[in-house]
């Protein structure tokens, strides 16, 4: 449990996320709920996090997996009410977890009542400013005003019909024509997202995961982006100076956000706190968690990374340094919502991208490494092993981390759904060469032998469908199991509570020599953590064993396992 006396709780914080559609399912109509999460509350108590963050669970048509938002003031009927949602706060605070929300600044759905207005209202109107309406190019403005291209897919302007039933103006969606990007340069939207964040503040939210942080400005130019930006979902190049990404004008807003969450100093919960999903090189990532900005951003860097010591190492070492930089602690993640899951990921050849020391960035890899990835195939046994280990190193390192529902079961990615299952708006744009990320969000198993696991009921499916070989991964059953993968997490995350040198700490890592392709590093006072990501068993320094990966051999460290250590 957390000191909700704590201003700094998150420097430390183990957030569990949670994607509402999927957790659990209270009324059995196959859809997950916040009456669901209510009823899971002792099983994240049990796993000791310290917070979570639920992804929108707003009024919203769906086009987006609700990401698409048409009323940032409620709770989607699907999954309840805000009374259901004053409830789960209320509990989750009762039992030491904080929770944090999603912010979707940078779009809304095309079904909020302002974009209908806007649609109905005329070019240059108060309603149309609202959102980012142009002219289009060429003699009858039938050419969208730049080649900017939507991230899943195809060009991010659609046209119009006015109200005379003739062609229009473009508006802009940097992800489905169904989510029409907001227009931050008006004072209106400003103030508007000024309030909501009241809004929820006032009713006990401790945060919010800002949505796609590193876009909602563009470049006001209207250049065209001069290499083909048009490929979509992954493929992006957010070079310096892009137009739709990282404009100087996030630091104001920002300040000013943080100056709200800092206005409830004075309150019970204290300051409220900001984690920034941003996709970004780590100079630039570090910018915006500067003093008096943003408290913390999603190290992607670590995600992304292949299963190889020297790209992890270099990863980790220019995260903390990076962010030492600006006082800011590094806010590690292995999963989320949107990549495959790190038990599939880390059993494929191709296990992400390739950090280095050497290459002018870091990274040296083709910008078609996830299409790579999601094609080449998965030994699910040694992800499975590789994760657990790599979990070992996550909550190992200094600062937060962030942990997605179902690595705590081991959960592999579901590569095999069937094709009309499908939801994702990635899988349609695409014309249906990419399958989207529908993989990672099928709906936990909860109990029982066969799906649906617990999730949903007779007649009433879970919305989409589990594999059966999860009979052996559900919470009841490894509940059960000692040696199991969530009983490994609940050891992690209650050593971090118990052990000084976890979490942010006062010291960094030090790394102790090990041969190539192991990771050893101590922490002050008395921790080591030991990853051997080669092909030999590695023989363990002495030290009490605290936790491991997997059974260990006589003083000996196997290849892809992890090791905790007194020191
Ligand atoms: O994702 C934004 C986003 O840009 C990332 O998904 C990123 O491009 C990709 O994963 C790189 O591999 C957020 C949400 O997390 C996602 O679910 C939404 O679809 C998207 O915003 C639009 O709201």
Redesign the pocket.
Known sequence: MISFDDPTWWRSAVVYQVYPRSFADADGDGIGDVRGIIERLDHLASLHVDAIWI?PWYPSPLA??G??VSDYRDIHPDFGTLADADELVARAHDLGIRVLIDL?P??SSDQHPWFQQALAAAPGSRERNRYVFRDGRGENGDQPPTNWGS?FGGSAWQRVTEADGRPGQWYLHM?APE?PDWNWDNPEVVQEFDDILRFWFDRGIDGFRI??ADSLFVHRGWVDTPVDQLTG??T?QKFEGHPLWDQPELEHLQKRWRAIADEYAGTALGPRIFVS?A?LPLQRLVRHVRPGRLHSSFNFEFLQSEWDADSLRHVIDTSLAAHAGVGAPTTWVLN????IRSVSRYGKPVSGRRFRATAGDGVSDDPHW?ERMAASPTDVALGRRRAAAAALLMLALPGGAYIYQGEELGLDEVEDLPDDSLQDPIWVRSQHTVRG?DGCRVPLPWSGTHAPFGFGSAGHDPWLPQPGRWATLTAERQDADPASTLNLYRTLLALRHELPALGEGTAGISWDAAPAGVLSFTREPGFRCVVNLSDAPYPLPGGRTLAASCPLDEGMLPADAAVWLSA
């Open positions: 992804s987006d997996g990401y698409d979707v940078n779009h991230l992800f989510q949505d796609v979902f992954g992006y999903e996709y989320n919502h949107d990549v996830q990320r």
